[in-house]
């Protein structure tokens, strides 16, 4: 079995963590710099990440999140959000490309018209649901890269968005998407892996 597959079938979603343990700043840097290379629609990179180490506040993300006890326990809490404006950016990411000679003046002003006339077009629902998307294609590299890292998250939707996003100050323009939980999982509580389709009940061939 190779490294990545092994990765795969050992990532868990973690109801518990061991308490008190504190995630070097190295690993994160280390799993943010390789997440840059997660996909997102015209390269728009829409996912923005907010760590809740400090003590205090985790304590108050636990309350804004219905109680769950894997915050109180995890080594950090982390809100993924999706930028419904990160199409407003996108003359600067394509000006990078143009300057790397990729693309020419004129492609750069198809692409930039493209995109703008695509997220203004097809209005608010869809720069919603593309903040959800993306975020959410970047939220699971995240979670495989810190497998990778021998730390074990958990995904969760269960929380206040307009409490979270006011105690971190997020803006408005961010979509809070879901909430990672992070740090090593307390195996005491851990089950075994529930039922899993056959490929045959999700998959249609065409």
């Known amino acids: 079995m190779n490294e990545f597959l092994k990765i795969v ?3 868990r979603s973690a109801n518990k963590f061991i308490e008190n343990i ?3 700043r ?3 840097d280390d799993i943010f710099r390789e997440l840059s290379l997660a996909p997102s629609a015209f390269n728009l990179q829409h996912t923005r990440y907010y760590v809740v180490e400090d003590k205090k506040l985790l304590e108050e993300v636990y309350y804004a999140s219905f109680k769950q006890y894997k915050i109180k326990t995890a080594s950090a809490a982390i809100i993924v959000t999706g930028d419904k404006n990160a199409y407003l950016s996108a003359d600067k990411i394509y000006e990078g490309s143009m300057m790397l000679g990729m693309i020419d003046k004129t492609e750069y002003e198809i692409m930039i018209s493209t995109i703008k ?16 998307r993306n975020s959410s294609l970047s939220a699971m590299l995240f979670m495989l890269l810190a497998k990778n890292k021998d730390w074990d ?12 996003s006011q105690l971190l100050s997020i803006p408005d ?8 939980t992070i740090g090593k999982m307390d195996k005491s509580s851990n089950k075994i892996r529930g039922y899993r389709k056959p490929a045959a009940e999700f998959v249609k061939f065409y």
């Open 9 to 11: 079938r050992e990532r």
């Open 22 to 24: 504190t995630i070097p």
């Open 26 to 28: 190295e690993d994160f």
């Open 117 to 132: 006339s695509l997220y203004e077009g097809w209005g608010e629902e869809f720069k919603h649901d593309e903040a959800i």
């Open 153 to 164: 998250t958990c995904p969760m939707i269960y929380f206040d968005k307009d409490k979270i």
């Open 173 to 180: 323009n961010e979509v809070p998407s879901l909430m990672i």
